[in-house]
T-cell receptor
C-alpha cells in the first residue's frame, strides 16, 4: 500500500480564497483523522470519521472549516474563506479500528495564506 | 483524557542510549500509553505502545512501572537519524481520539 496520500503537498493562496485539501486513506482503514500543526499550538485534532461518518468535529476552529468523506477512499478539508492564521501544516491520518492507537499519517499539506 | 508531561528537549550523542520519561499522573485504568516519533517535514509515526511492565520492539523499549503514573521510552544506541520530536500519549484503549502534547525534541550529535 502507498500509505496515506495527501494533495497538494504545498498550497499558497491569498486571504479570502477557498482552499481544498485532499486525502486518500489506507485501504481497509475505517477511521480517518484531520490534524493541523503549527509552532504555536502544536498538533491539533480537527475532526475524525468512522466509516465515512463524522464522529467528533469539536476541534474544527470555526464555521469556515468543513470536512467531508463521500466514500471510504476519499476525504476533503475545505477552508472558505481562508485567513492568514490558517497557515499551517495539515495532516490526514487513518487507522484500522482493531488497532485504534496506531494511526498512519500522510506527508501533510503545507498551507500558506497571504 | 489524561494529561502527559515530558521534557521539552534533550540532547545526546551517537551510540548512546536515550531515555525519555513521560509523566501521566491521572492515567485511567483502561488507558494505554503510546509513543509517536515525528521527523521534520513528516507526519508522526507510531513507535510503540504498552499498558504495563515492559514492551520491546525493533525500534524501542517502553518501561511502565506498576503504578503506571509514568513511562520511559528507551532508544538504544541512537544515531543522527533519531533526531526528531517524540510524543507521549495516553488514550482510553479503543477510543481513537489521540491528543498530542508538545513532545520532546531530541537532538543527536556526532
Amino acid at each position: 500500500d502507498a500509505g496515506v496520500i495527501q494533495s497538494p503537498r504545498h498550497e499558497v493562496t491569498e486571504m479570502g480564497q477557498e482552499v481544498t485539501l485532499r486525502c486518500k486513506p489506507i485501504s481497509g482503514h475505517d477511521y480517518l483523522f484531520w490534524y493541523r500543526q503549527t509552532m504555536m499550538r502544536g498538533l491539533e485534532l480537527l475532526i475524525y470519521f468512522n466509516n465515512n461518518v463524522p464522529i467528533d468535529d469539536s476541534g474544527m476552529p470555526e464555521d469556515r472549516f468543513s470536512a467531508k468523506m463521500p466514500n471510504a477512499s476519499f476525504s476533503t478539508l475545505k477552508i472558505q474563506p481562508s485567513e492568514p492564521r490558517d497557515s499551517a501544516v495539515y495532516f490526514c491520518a487513518s487507522s484500522f479500528r482493531a488497532i485504534s492507537y496506531e494511526q498512519y499519517f500522510g506527508p501533510g499539506t503545507r498551507l500558506t495564506v497571504t | 483524557l489524561a494529561k502527559t508531561t515530558q521534557p521539552i528537549s534533550m540532547d545526546s550523542y551517537e551510540g548512546q542510549e536515550v531515555n525519555i520519561t513521560c509523566s501521566h499522573n491521572n492515567i485511567a485504568t483502561n488507558d494505554y500509553i503510546t509513543w509517536y516519533q515525528q521527523f521534520p517535514s513528516q507526519g508522526p509515526r507510531f513507535i510503540i505502545q504498552g499498558y504495563k511492565t515492559k514492551v520491546t520492539n525493533e525500534v524501542a523499549s517502553l518501561f511502565i512501572p506498576a503504578d503506571r503514573k509514568s513511562s520511559t521510552l528507551s532508544l538504544p544506541r541512537v544515531s543522527l537519524s533519531d533526531t526528531a520530536v517524540y510524543y507521549c500519549l495516553v488514550d482510553g484503549g479503543g477510543y481513537n481520539k489521540l491528543i498530542f502534547g508538545a513532545g520532546t525534541r531530541l537532538a543527536v550529535h556526532p
